[in-house]
């Protein structure tokens, strides 16, 4: 999966759905706040299966408020996500990935999603889930202290190889 590069903007966002992926044991959901608040706004989110392989989710018109256009559709299609199936009780528009996949390439994959087809800008406002998680990302509260020592003290966990 070759994407291209993004605006360096976008590196905070890449992080954080990184570390989120990587430490979330079933699920990570980016949901876009705007005008049309959080209820109708895009989103994308991942489950992770049992077989370490990963079902990514984009929203579908279902569930927005300012519904995808023909030309959004054909960009998510071309793209390798698959329709919504209704009949199987996947109502967004939906890619499986292995585990090979690099929690980094998942999160740059869901931000040009995001990005490209609902068209989503740098000022626009994100809600994470699950949220505890999110707060202790943004803390740096990961559970007891591990008693480890670093050579650098400016190391950061968050830091996953932009």
């Not at 999966?1 to 759905?17: C, F, Q």
């Not at 570390?19 to 895009?42: F, K, N, R, S």
Request: with cysteine; net charge negative.
């Amino acid at each position: 999966m070759e994407l291209p590069p993004l605006n360096p903007i976008w590196d905070s966002l890449v992080r954080t759905i990184a570390a989120m992926v990587t430490l979330a044991p079933e699920y990570v959901v980016v949901q876009v706040h705007g005008d049309d608040g959080p209820d109708g706004g895009p989103y994308v989110q991942t489950l992770r299966e049992e077989d370490g392989c990963m079902t990514l989710e984009a929203a579908s018109n279902q569930f927005l408020d300012n519904p995808l256009d023909e030309g959004a559709i054909a960009n998510l299609l071309s793209s390798g996500w698959n329709e919504p199936e209704l009949d199987n009780g996947m109502p967004n528009y939906h890619r499986l990935v292995g585990p090979e996949l690099a929690p980094v390439d998942i999160a740059k994959l869901l931000t040009h999603t995001l990005i490209d087809v609902y068209k989503i800008t740098s000022s626009a406002a994100f809600e994470m889930a699950p949220l505890q998680l999110f707060v202790e990302l943004l803390n740096g509260e990961f559970g007891e202290p591990t008693g480890m020592n670093f050579v650098r003290d400016d190391s950061d966990p968050r830091d996953v190889g932009i």
